[in-house]
């Protein structure tokens, strides 16, 4: 039976990952090195292929904000070019010996860090995540299969090409690096069960595209980056902080999936602060959704919230507001309502404080901090691949390390059970 | 809408988890000694329910070897009753403080242990299953929902009665430990897509089930237990050892994942190893199937193998032999056809030893000593609830502390971003 095309990717991104398992630290890096001189190298060559997808979406009406995610330009170029000189600083996460020993019999252990293999990624229309996903790949031994959108498809093939022929330059196979050219619902169903080839799916852009890749795929996939974010303020809470932290866990980049999309606020404590807050989120324009009670007390410049208000991740100057008689509720709501990304408390409570980030099921919890914290740099992993919002394998940020698994070595003179 | 009898013992499973989540290790301890001492205290009714199974199972013809998984016995009742007694004495796996530290901004940031919530366990007939998996989910903080095989459910839902009652009498949610009582096909499909109850599911069994849970599931799946394992006798190797490997490899506990299925053999040592071999296997009259040249060398005793021998987990006392012209055919074999459970190599020659650790992709690879030692007691993580062959979470045995997760707790005075 002939293979299709992405199982003939499939099949050399295999193959290339058997010679990455085993590469020297230094040869990884300076692979990331000629990519990163190349991208600065290239930079006009780039710019004209993302002129050509800027102009297309132009013509098929993208929104602005999109427009912004497409755009590339010399400067963020370089900035790309830049991270990939970070991320090759950053220590090696294959090779390492996680835990050892000598067992009673003789045997000597050890666990040691493994790269996955090969790293499918789907994603949707920002150029940079196409670097971005390689490099920390490459980093971390792994060969890479990606999927982009097909708004930045011409972008995303020049990227590809300019990151294979460095590949190329440092000795390294270039199919550690394959770019998906077909752009067609099948190719992404195709990959999604591609478990012959891939260890590991990870999708990266909005909640429809997650859930699909969760309902459909049979490799094993890391969910990223849904974020339906709270605040709550507690009865106790330091008014002003609450006020600051709420301003700029919404309004500093609403795009992103750290940003919040509902702020519950203490019934105590609701007279007071809604007027606090809705003026400080006036400077934004920020539309408010609240309930009954939010209506009551701000009037009709509050549009009443719908139930799918609370479950939505408006990614945008639009914010969810709820009053609630108890810390209680408020960490009920949030387990009900929340994706487990990013969860805060305002408070000067000691006791909600503690039962708050102890049963809050989220990848991060904060007490007296805005959310938008929630970030791999920000938690010392370096670059990120994605955010997970899932439990296992990895919760959070995933950096490097996070696209490592393990095997057990195992050494003996004839050792039997 | 009503909710199922599944989607209800979920929601109660959730419930039951979130107080698991917060309780103190001693809670857990004694909740974990009162199961003990009830498992010994009630042997006799456990045992009468096993007699009705057992007879059921003689009915239906069940083969003898299935059955002695199947029964009980008063000794057979106080091990499990000693193995739960250890689990106790394990350290807690929740909790840890896995890294953390003050940030520049002085936001103080831990990353520390937490269970993964609900576990779902579909398994199929052995009855200590059920207390293995109940106890370890509980140790490490997780509320359980177990779905055993048909053939042994009046044996498993009198041990879900002593467990809930040992739990109650300790003070403990009685509902983190629930027995499916439905063995359809259809509570099968249920669980595998209860995603909003399920944090992960663990599916214990052979190869169908396997392969059913992974096509079919939406919640997060561990992969266990399939071991289509090899020893590879280099041309350098003691033949003796060998000899001794893979006889204990293969004879020692045939219907286990960790025993072999496949012998290949260098060339250059072919026609001495294969008489040694065969004279060592038929003590436990062992059928060979061979590829055509050891059909050569060994003559009509061997059966010819068919493509479908190297893929097939025996679990018997039958042998897959193949003679291979070097190392790198050997790992090339078994990257192909290996399960990615446990791979061995029996040679005096370095290069070869480093080689095959590398490049064999696998949980636990071997150099000079038997695959049988891929266990959870062995690699000292006391007792456990299965062996991953993949690589996602967790690698090979996987012992309480793969059942946790992590989350970060952010602590600050007011920092924005």
């Known amino acids: 039976m002939a293979m299709t095309q992405l199982q003939e990717m499939g099949r050399r991104a295999k193959e290339a990952s058997r010679s990455l398992g085993a590469m020297s630290s230094q040869r990884k890096n300076e692979a990331l090195g000629a990519i990163a001189a190349r991208l600065e190298a290239e930079a006009e060559s780039i710019l004209e292929a993302n002129r050509l997808d800027m102009e297309a979406a132009k013509l098929a009406g993208m929104s602005p904000s999109l427009q912004d995610r497409l755009l590339l330009t010399e400067e963020r170029i370089y900035a790309i070019a830049r991270s990939v000189r970070e991320v090759a600083r950053f220590p090696d996460p294959v090779g390492k010996v996680l835990s050892g020993g000598v067992n009673p019999n003789g045997m000597r252990v050890r666990k040691v860090s493994v790269p996955l293999g090969v790293v499918g990624m789907i994603f949707e229309a920002r150029p940079n995540v196409t670097v971005d996903s390689a490099v920390l790949c490459l980093k971390s031994s792994n060969a890479c299969i990606l999927r982009g959108g097909k708004e930045a498809i011409r972008t995303a093939t020049r990227l590809e ?33 591609l478990n012959q080839y891939l260890d590991v799916l990870i999708p990266r ?35 002003e902080m609450a006020c600051r932290i709420v301003d700029n866990a919404k309004t500093s980049r609403p795009s992103v999936c750290n940003a919040i999309e509902n702020v519950l606020i203490h019934r105590d404590v609701a007279e007071m602060f809604l007027p606090m807050m809705k003026k400080a989120l006036d400077q934004h324009q920020v539309q408010l959704r609240g309930c009954p009670e939010t209506v009551r007390i701000l009037g009709d410049c509050v549009i009443p919230a719908s139930p799918e208000d609370y479950d939505t991740e408006f990614l945008d100057y639009i914010l969810a507001v709820k009053i609630v008689g108890s810390a209680k509720e408020a960490i009920e709501h949030i387990n009900l309502h929340g994706t487990g990304h ?76």
């Not at 990151?163 to 270039?174: D, F, W």
């Not at 909005?206 to 009865?235: F, K, Q």
């Open 342 to 417: 990013s969860e805060c408390i305002v408070t000067r409570d000691y006791e909600n404080s503690q039962r708050f980030v102890s049963e809050v099921d989220a990848a991060a919890v904060y007490v007296n901090a805005s959310t938008r914290f929630t970030d791999g740099g920000e938690f010392g992993l370096g670059a990120e691949i994605g955010i997970s919002t899932q439990k296992l394998h990895a919760r959070g940020p995933m950096g490097v390390e996070e696209l490592t698994s393990y095997k057990y070595i195992v050494e003996g003179d004839g050792q039997i059970r």
């Open 205 to 239: 852009g909005g909640a429809g595209l997650i859930r699909s890749v969760v309902e459909n795929a049979t490799v094993p996939v890391i969910e990223t980056g849904t974020g339906n974010c709270h605040v709550y303020v507690d009865a106790s809470a330091d008014l």
């Open 161 to 193: 090409e300019v990151m294979r022929s460095a590949l190329e330059q440092a000795g390294v196979p270039a199919d550690c690096i394959q770019l998906v050219k077909d752009i067609s619902r099948n190719s992404a169903a195709e990959m999604m069960r």
